[in-house]
């Protein structure tokens, strides 16, 4: 954990911080990444992101050009990315298997100057047929391992762009969000003083690169906090055992459906035995499913909230007092109020208004989209969308989705409360609420359900857990029965997609 006497803590820039701590003696002999075939140490890895980023400005970029990034899952793309970082470029690493025409739009939204590649995508890049002086210039990564002097300091502003992140794109096409060297850094000190990261901790890394978490939380902190990352090929629920028993993390990261898949799998207690936490975010997660992974684990589950537009990680729970059902208390130096009706801004306890956030990590805006921009922030704080409230010790709950409001004859149901009540009341693995068109009501709520382990489960099982808790207007008016949840990339709910499939009559409801 890093000390305000360490030079990287002082530091205003995540470049300038990184840059610091790597330099320091005592780090440079520690392993800073390892993907089991491969291991780095810190003052490798200084020096090879060096090299990388005098042979990236050989190329003929400039501070502030964004450069895209298309390679596959590897220690590569993550040096190019740290590459790009320290050298004041403002990187993107793009989805993998997006089709040419998709990335193309993106590259055109971010106005890359480069796109580096590796041999598998070399077709890809073919297909964009992408023209010298016409748009961005196809540098294959091999280039960039060149022989140069790569002595060069790089002078960087803290407000100069430093990564693109695309939204998931759930609610309309994606937008590009453009966060500074000063966000990055202050994402990555608050999470390193949340969670104690340290020298002594190994993070398990099975998370996108091209996803918020799988960038700020699971790089940027730990190589800020002298952490070692074990970079493993991707998430695959069997392989996980292997990789604990392998490499024994302190500390491994998913979303909620990665931990619900892993409940299958079989974990010995020493194992385990390494492991001071898993944390958890991008999605909500069932009080059930939270108990059952914490037993499984023996290990503290954190929860977090944040947003890309707020560069990650908003709030989490601390390792040591986490409370089940809440997203956790505010990061350093970040602000996290509640928006009134009326405009007003509070986070008195009890209070239920639109999560806002405030402070260094919001993003400066959505390129290309200005009126968005707008809509979204305003005097500095960053409207999310969600619904919450705190409790009296600053813990943040997550109550609901502002667009996701299903609105019955005028009055307003909040899905997630819905949820709550029927994965608490029944044994579902899993539960999402949407909302149906209605010719009387205008929309109602209909539930799709995924059962687990419980077959008798029935229809009226669901419904009557709800009117057990709530009043009429919340019972479901129809049950879906579905063997999974339909999921974003990153494995969030894809609520939109669901919702289309109920409208279109593609599920077969039971009651």
Request: glycine share 8%.
């Amino acid at each position: 954990m890093l000390k305000k006497s360490d030079p990287a803590s002082r530091a205003e820039s995540l470049a300038d911080a990184l840059c610091a701590f790597w330099s320091e003696p005592q780090v440079g002999t520690l392993t800073a990444l390892d993907d089991g075939d491969r291991s780095l140490t810190y003052a490798q890895l200084a020096d090879m992101t060096a090299k990388v980023a005098a042979n990236l400005f050989a190329q003929g970029l400039k501070q502030g050009d964004a450069l895209a990034i298309a390679m596959g899952r590897s220690l590569d793309a993550v040096i190019v990315l740290l590459a790009s970082i320290r050298c004041g470029l403002c990187p993107c690493v793009l989805e993998p298997k997006l089709p040419p025409e998709e990335i193309g739009e993106r590259l055109a939204l971010v106005a890359a100057k480069g796109l580096v590649f590796d041999a598998a995508n070399g077709e890809l890049v073919q297909a964009l047929e992408l023209e010298p002086g016409n748009g961005a210039l196809a540098i294959d990564v091999a280039q960039l391992n060149k022989p140069i002097d790569a002595a060069r300091q790089y002078k960087i502003d803290t407000q100069s762009p430093a990564l693109l992140l695309f939204t998931s794109g759930s609610t309309g096409r994606p937008k590009a969000v453009e966060l500074t060297q000063c966000a990055l850094l202050n994402n990555a000190l608050g999470v390193i003083e949340h969670t104690t990261l340290s020298r002594q901790d190994r993070l398990l890394h099975v998370m996108p690169i091209y996803h918020t978490n799988g960038v700020n939380n699971q790089l940027f902190a730990p190589l800020l906090a002298g952490a070692t990352i074990i970079f493993a090929e991707r998430f695959r629920a069997e392989d996980m055992p292997a990789l604990i028993e392998r490499h024994r993390p302190t500390i491994i990261t998913g979303v909620p459906t990665m931990y619900s898949r892993m409940l299958s799998q079989s974990f010995s207690p020493a194992m385990l035995a390494s492991l001071r936490m898993a944390r958890c975010g991008s999605a909500p997660i069932t009080e059930a499913l939270h108990r059952e992974v914490e037993a499984r684990l023996g290990c503290p589950l954190v929860v977090s909230y944040g947003l890309s537009e707020a560069t990650c990680t908003s709030t989490m729970n601390p390792p040591h007092a986490r409370r089940i059902g809440s997203v956790g208390t505010v990061l350093r130096g970040q602000s996290v109020q509640l928006r009134q009706a009326d405009g007003a801004m509070t986070d008195a306890p009890g209070v239920e208004g639109e999560i806002s956030i405030a402070g260094r990590s919001v993003m400066t805006g959505y390129l290309g989209a200005e009126d968005a921009t707008a809509r979204t922030v305003s005097d500095g704080w960053l409207r999310t969308g969600d619904l919450g409230r705190f409790d009296a010790d600053g813990y943040l709950y997550v109550t609901g989705r502002i667009k996701d409001v299903i609105i019955r004859g005028g009055e307003n149901l909040s899905p997630l409360l819905i949820e709550s009540v029927i994965v608490s009341e029944t044994h579902v693995r899993a539960c999402c609420v949407v909302g149906k068109p209605d010719h009387d009501l205008g929309e109602v709520p209909v539930a799709v359900v995924v059962t687990g382990s419980d077959s008798t489960l029935q229809a009226q099982d669901i419904v009557d857990s709800v009117r057990r808790r709530l009043s009429r207007i919340y019972v479901p008016h129809e049950v879906y029965f579905v063997d999974a949840l339909p999921e974003t990339a990153v494995g969030k709910v894809d609520r939109k997609s669901l919702a289309g499939l109920v409208r279109d009559g593609l599920l077969q409801a039971v009651v």
